[in-house]
């Protein structure tokens, strides 16, 4: 279970850090991710994180802007997001990193950004 929190309106060129916070004591031996969702749109993935964070990857979309962490001992991983611009108005989802993402039945809340002037 999965609950999503730190999203709102921000001006174009602003940041903004969401959290996620896990319930269950698996969490630190789970590959994650962050998703999102534009309205119209398929969800898409745009950070994974491993375990002990050695090996973090992004979507181009958001590679040089957007920094993935996680902290295992308390159950949360994080996804910073700089240089916001409209393109990345969506709904924020964090969940295991499973392929493919159908795979992943239960989905939380999410969080809302909205990148507008």
């Known amino acids: 279970q999965f609950v999503e929190s730190g999203g709102g309106l921000v001006q174009p060129g602003g940041s903004l850090r969401l959290s996620c916070t896990a319930t269950g004591s698996m969490f630190m031996y789970y590959n994650l991710a962050w998703y999102r969702q534009a309205p119209g749109k398929q969800r898409e993935l745009i950070a994974t994180?491993?375990?002990?964070?050695?090996?973090?990857t992004y979507a181009d979309s958001v590679k040089g802007r957007f920094v993935i962490s996680r902290d295992n001992a308390k159950s949360m991983v994080f996804l910073q997001m700089n240089s916001l611009n409209p393109e990345d108005t969506a709904d924020y989802y964090c969940?295991?990193?499973?392929?493919?993402?159908?795979?992943?039945?239960?989905w939380g809340q999410g969080t809302q950004v909205t990148v507008s002037s």
């Open positions: 994180i491993t375990p002990s964070s050695a090996t973090i």
């Open positions: 969940n295991r990193h499973i392929v493919p993402m159908s795979e992943i039945t239960s």
